[in-house]
């Protein structure tokens, strides 16, 4: 049943390909394709989403086609049959980058692909233009070596990081154009690298915009500070409010005291993972798996204020900050969105003015990892990475459109795979990818998507 004589092939055919795979990588990342137009210019992103579409058609794509989303971003869909009665497997990834943060921070360009340490270098070589490659890699295998036995449709969208929710709303309005027997979501990664692992579980996000107001303008501090009620102290008191001592985020009416059963993460891992300072504690309680895939988490990710250079001695008339909950699974996003929303409005000090935007929203996802696609996941994954088992974790970010799907297609088998393990830094500075996890993540595909074809002849 897992084809086991072509797994060697395959491989091969891999290896072959990888000096292509970095060239067109390296074309890739090259594309600003940050989808804020405050930022970059919208050309970058569209210039991302051709290219895509020329990839899929040089591979024989039918129906390729670059179609706009209601949140203005472009989402590029391509659909390659397979034999008759073959199952239909929905491959997916994205090509819209975070921002670079600080040019400076980066060692190299952060949208020219370089190569150190047995790594590339770049924005997107992870999260997740390598994810397309990676797609890319296991096709022409299986074309190389007998042919794709099922029917491929690929999905690739523009506006993921920013969380808009464009590519969902198209997929609701067009329910047929995704529809699929399984779906690979390219866009987490491993545990660590070279440990094989499928994602059991996202958690769902909520962000919002809170403005708080107290004066008609800015006053001198010296002649009423004291007094008058300084709208960014109001802020602080207010961001201050969804955290407990030990830094749990703490939302009225909110639980945040589930566990995570699975796989477990040791403290000693995350700090180095996460780069902590020495001397500088972790925040929240119970394991590290529970806070990070099993409970909400409040991020305070922006405040508009006057920065230290050229700051005046002013009492502020209004403050403003954008705030993100991630919600785990078993809690509702719109219901947590409610309920951080009350709290906002509850804990803004001295009759302030408080007004709250949402701005985007996605629900959480859970996976069955007890089902067939997901058996014939291990087999491919327990050949790439010999000696080794696939494991199952949890991911504290979100990928949004993993719900919608899951609404739309019930009985779909969704995978969540990638490229994106700790070392990769995904969102920092100096993102990376480990062309050996490429290699290996492309051919436990390709290997995927045979086990998967044979499981349905059965």
């Known amino acids: 049943m897992t084809a086991q004589p072509i797994a060697e092939p395959i491989a091969a055919t891999v290896a072959s390909l990888m000096s292509r795979a970095k060239a067109e990588l390296t074309e890739l990342v090259a594309f600003r394709s940050v989808a804020d137009p405050a930022q970059f210019p919208r050309s970058e992103c569209e210039a991302a989403a051709a290219w895509v579409a ?42 819209d980058v975070q921002p670079p943060l ?75 154009l995704l529809a699929a027997d399984a779906i690979v979501i390219g866009d987490t990664g491993n545990f660590r690298v070279g440990l094989p692992t499928v994602t059991a579980s996202l958690r769902g996000m909520t962000m919002l915009r809170v403005q ?7 006053l001198h501090s010296g002649q009423f500070g004291g007094a008058a009620p300084d709208a960014l102290a109001a802020l602080v008191r207010v961001l201050d409010s969804l955290r407990a001592e030990d830094g749990s985020t703490t939302v009225d009416g909110l639980a945040s005291d589930a566990e995570w059963q699975g796989l477990q993460y040791t403290e000693e891992d995350f700090r180095r993972d996460a780069r902590v300072l020495d001397g500088v504690d972790l925040i929240g309680s119970g394991t590290i798996a529970d806070r990070l895939w099993a409970r909400p988490a409040v991020t305070v990710i922006g405040i508009d204020c006057p920065p230290v250079v ?20 078993g809690q509702d996003a719109t219901e947590a969105t409610k309920l951080l929303t009350a709290h906002l409005q509850a804990h803004t000090p001295w009759g302030a003015r408080v007004t709250v935007e949402q701005i985007g929203q996605g629900q959480p996802f859970q996976a069955d990892v007890a089902s067939p696609a997901y058996t014939s996941m291990a087999q491919a994954l327990a050949v790439a990475y010999p000696g080794e088992e696939m494991q199952a974790a949890g991911m504290g970010g979100s990928i949004p459109l ?36 490429l290699e290996r993540m492309s051919v436990a595909e390709a290997l995927f998507l045979r086990n998967y074809a044979l499981s349905k002849q059965g």
Not at 310 to 329: D, E
Request: some cysteine; hydrophobic content about 35%.
């Open 54 to 95: 020329d990839a899929l058609r040089a591979e024989d794509f039918t129906d390729v086609s670059v179609f706009d989303t209601p949140d203005g971003s472009q989402s590029v869909y391509g659909y390659l049959p397979g034999p008759a009665g073959a199952p239909t497997v929905l491959l997916y990834a994205h090509y």
């Open 102 to 176: 600080d040019p400076a921070g980066w060692d190299t360009p952060p949208f020219e692909l370089s190569e150190r340490d047995g790594r590339w270098y770049g924005r997107g070589t992870a999260d997740c233009k390598g994810g397309f490659i990676m797609h890319l890699l296991a096709l022409r295998a299986l074309k190389a070596n007998g042919g794709v036995p099922v029917g491929v449709k690929v999905i690739v969208e523009g506006s993921e990081e920013q969380g808009t929710g464009g590519l969902e709303r198209y997929a609701e309005a067009h329910p047929d």
């Open 212 to 218: 708080v107001d107290t004066l008609a303008g800015n």
């Open 310 to 329: 050229g700051a005046t001695p002013s009492v502020q008339a209004t403050a403003r900050a954008q705030i993100s909950l991630r919600v785990p699974p």
């Open 402 to 437: 993993c719900s919608t799907l899951g609404a739309l297609y019930p009985r779909a088998e969704i995978l969540l795979i990638g490229l994106s393990e700790p070392e990769a830094q995904i969102h920092a500075v100096n993102e990376s990818v480990s062309p050996g996890e």
